[in-house]
């Protein structure tokens, strides 16, 4: 064994440890020769010194660059002093866990034992058969797991479509009940108030302008009505026969055809008095007419489709044309 520049035999014969772990040169194939003479005294010696882990490397390190260093009997001192070391490093790791202990378990074991022990209780490996039929219950699951989801999703939409649907037929139902209301509250003052006071006068003007309302209105309540009464089916056909009657009436209306307007304004005046009966009985009849109106609203609202709302404005158009063409 080669001494260290600058250091004596003697010392190194004396102190052969001290040598071999502090005054080594780790580059020479020599030293770590003689380093692995040594391997397992070292391993148990020398464990907790500075140096262990540097040198250890190191020589492990030579081993992979030149594995004939050492002679195979110093492989295998190697090989028992690192188990030994190991062993030795679990066995007291294992000494100080207070749950292995808890379970009444023994704090050392050997790695020999343990990795039998691992072995034994190893699951046992699948065939081939048996992987396919695994990822076909895996799949069947997922696809179930899918369909049960997909379940949930469909009866939610069922679930808000049913709450609109009763929203809808809440609010007409109320809306229902107001213009109720409001017809009993307003009854078309027919009647005169208590008190000895006269009922104000109407004039034959407030009396047309009445019955113009109220015409108006009902046209609006049979168009409502036509649209509703149509289903979805027919509506692309009712859309043109919109717009044929509204091409035919604006087309008499520019040609300065005329209809039977205008006979009413040669009929007999009214009285006085029949001229109050006939506004109060056109106000009460404004009233449930509106009343009407209003209901049909709401269901075409809880029925919306872009075609009735064209047909309804194209049938709007056809009316106002032709009443304009009825005052020529």
Request: glycine residues 8%; charged residues 35%; hydrophobic residues 35%.
């Amino acid at each position: 064994m080669a001494t260290k520049q600058g250091g004596e035999a003697g010392g190194v014969s004396k102190n052969i440890d001290r040598y071999t772990f502090e005054l080594a040169d780790p580059s020479g194939v020599a030293n770590f020769t003689a380093f692995g003479k040594v391997t397992k005294d070292f391993l148990h010696a020398f464990a907790e010194t500075k140096h262990y882990e540097a040198l250890l490397s190191a020589f492990l390190q030579a081993l992979f660059v030149d594995p004939n260093a050492i002679s195979e009997k110093n492989y295998r001192e190697l090989e028992s002093g690192l188990v030994a070391r190991v062993n030795a490093f679990l066995a007291d790791e294992r000494a100080h866990d207070k749950d292995r202990l808890l379970k009444g378990r023994k704090p050392v074991f050997d790695l020999a034992e343990e990795e039998e022990e691992d072995q034994e209780e190893a699951e046992p490996v699948l065939t081939e058969e048996e992987l396919r039929q695994q990822e076909a219950e895996r799949l069947e699951r997922e696809r179930q797991e899918e369909e049960r989801l997909a379940a949930r999703e469909e009866e939610r939409r069922r679930n808000e479509e049913l709450l609109r649907s009763r929203a809808r037929q809440v609010d007409a139902k109320a809306m229902e009940k107001v213009l109720q209301g409001a017809m009993l509250l307003n009854p078309g003052n027919q009647k005169a108030k208590g008190g000895g006071k006269q009922q104000q006068q109407v004039t034959a003007e407030e009396l047309r302008e009445m019955e113009s309302q109220v015409a108006h209105l009902m046209k609006e309540k049979e168009r409502l009505q036509a649209v509703l009464h149509t289903s979805e089916d027919e509506l692309p056909a009712r859309l043109e026969g919109a717009n044929k009657e509204l091409e035919e009436v604006l087309a008499q209306l520019g040609g300065g055809g005329g209809g039977a307007g205008g006979g009413a304004a040669k009929a007999t005046p009214m009285q006085p008095k029949q001229l109050n009966a006939r506004f109060a009985e056109l106000k009460q009849k404004l009233s449930k007419q509106t009343m009407e109106r209003n209901r049909l609203a709401l269901q075409l609202k809880a029925q919306p489709h872009p075609l009735r709302e064209e047909i309804l404005s194209v049938m709007q158009k056809r009316d106002e044309a032709q009443i304009k063409l009825n005052a020529v």
